[in-house]
């Protein structure tokens, strides 16, 4: 499921108005690295369009993710802090939304009902994620993954607002694609 989804689901008009507010649009070429494995990141950023790689170098640059529309980046590195620990590298020339973090950092620190909300995403998505690896490792017994379409039917507190993330997240990509 697209990261974006799991944010847009708990966050409020008013959160979901302040994100558009304080981001800016940004191109990205083919070829263009968005995040640097090692390198602090300056935003996290939502993709509007194009296709990325995710690849790290102690796995001998072995590609670990593609990365489309919808999806979030760089949410682990402002979550605790640390360089990222894999590079971003756009395949094709691709459009992002970039929320720098000085201005995220304030937010947080600002408004606790949008901290609330935003770290409270954060904690369902990393969540699913440590479960799906979990099941991609044959731990689990469901054994379900990220990709499994059904994966997130066992948690009603997704599912409950799943709809309206996806609302939201189709009204957002139209709106930022025409921001100039």
Same mark, same amino acid.
């Given at each position: 499921?697209?990261?974006?989804?799991? #944010?847009?689901?708990?966050?409020?008009? &008013?959160?979901?108005?302040?994100?558009i507010s304080e981001g800016k649009k940004k191109e990205i070429p083919a070829g263009g690295m968005l995040i640097r494995e090692g390198e602090p990141t300056n935003?996290? %950023? #939502?993709?509007?369009?194009?296709?990325?790689? =995710?690849? +790290? /170098?102690?796995?001998?640059? /072995? /590609?670990?993710? &593609?990365?489309?529309?919808?999806? =979030?980046?760089? /949410?682990?590195?402002?979550?605790?802090?640390?360089?990222? $620990?894999?590079?971003?590298?756009?395949?094709?020339?691709?459009? =992002?939304?970039? #929320?720098? &973090?000085? !201005?995220?950092? +304030?937010?947080?620190?600002?408004?606790t009902a949008f901290a609330s909300h935003f770290y409270h995403a954060i904690a369902i998505f990393l969540s699913d994620r440590l479960r799906g690896t979990v099941? &991609?490792?044959? %731990? $689990? @017994?469901?054994? !379900?993954?990220? !990709?499994?379409?059904?994966?997130?039917?066992?948690?009603? !507190?997704?599912?409950?607002?799943?709809?309206?993330?996806?609302?939201?997240?189709?009204?957002?990509?139209?709106?930022? @694609?025409? =921001?100039?």
């Open positions: 499921m697209k990261k974006a989804l799991y #944010i847009l689901a708990e966050l409020s008009d &008013r959160d979901f108005n302040w994100l935003a996290l %950023y #939502i993709i509007l369009e194009g296709t990325f790689t =995710v690849f +790290a /170098e102690a796995l001998g640059d /072995e /590609e670990l993710a &593609r990365l489309e529309s919808g999806e =979030v980046v760089g /949410e682990m590195s402002f979550v605790d802090s640390r360089p990222p $620990s894999a590079t971003v590298k756009a395949l094709e020339d691709s459009l =992002v939304w970039a #929320i720098p &973090r000085p !201005q995220l950092a +304030a937010k947080l620190s600002q408004d099941s &991609r490792f044959g %731990y $689990s @017994r469901g054994n !379900q993954t990220e !990709q499994d379409p059904n994966a997130d039917s066992d948690n009603p !507190q997704l599912l409950a607002s799943l709809e309206l993330a996806k609302a939201k997240l189709d009204w957002l990509l139209n709106t930022l @694609r025409q =921001v100039r």
